[in-house]
Nanobody, 121 residues
Framework: VQLQASGGGLVQAGGSLRLSCAAS????????MGWFRQAPGKEREFVAA?????YYADSVKGRFTISRDNAKNTVYLQMNSLKPEDTAVYYC??????????????????WGQGTLVTVSS
């Protein structure tokens, strides 16, 4: 599976962005998918995951929405009410197996290259 993330950019606090992750290589619909983020000097952390259900980190619950379009082999992360602390490189990931919640980096087998989200105050 190859993953290509896009959609990052600079946005003011309170604004919105939608990240996309295009997958290729295998049957996309079989894989749990997730988004993680990594801020400068910090460890990579879980943001959201989706399979037949969804699961979110407490820090983004109610503001972010993960979704997938299996016909397009794409997973999305809609981010609303963005805060400066959401600034990070966002990575999409796919797992070969597992049921939600999948929240550890080690739960995922394939990773995209990351897209930078910067939220200004």
């Amino acid at each position: 599976v190859q993953l290509q993330a896009s959609g990052g950019g600079l946005v003011q606090a309170g604004g919105s962005l939608r990240l996309s992750c295009a997958a290729s290589g295998r049957t996309f619909s079989n894989y749990p998918m997730g988004w993680f983020r990594q801020a400068p000097g910090k460890e990579r952390e879980f943001v959201a995951a989706i399979n037949w259900s969804t699961y979110y980190a407490d820090s983004v619950k109610g503001r972010f929405t993960i979704s997938r379009d299996n016909a397009k082999n794409t997973v999305y992360l809609q981010m609303n009410s963005l805060k400066p602390e959401d600034t990070a490189v966002y990575y999409c990931a796919a797992a070969r197996r597992g049921t939600l919640p999948l929240i550890r980096v080690d739960d995922f087998d394939y990773w995209g290259q990351g897209t930078l989200v910067t939220v200004s105050s």
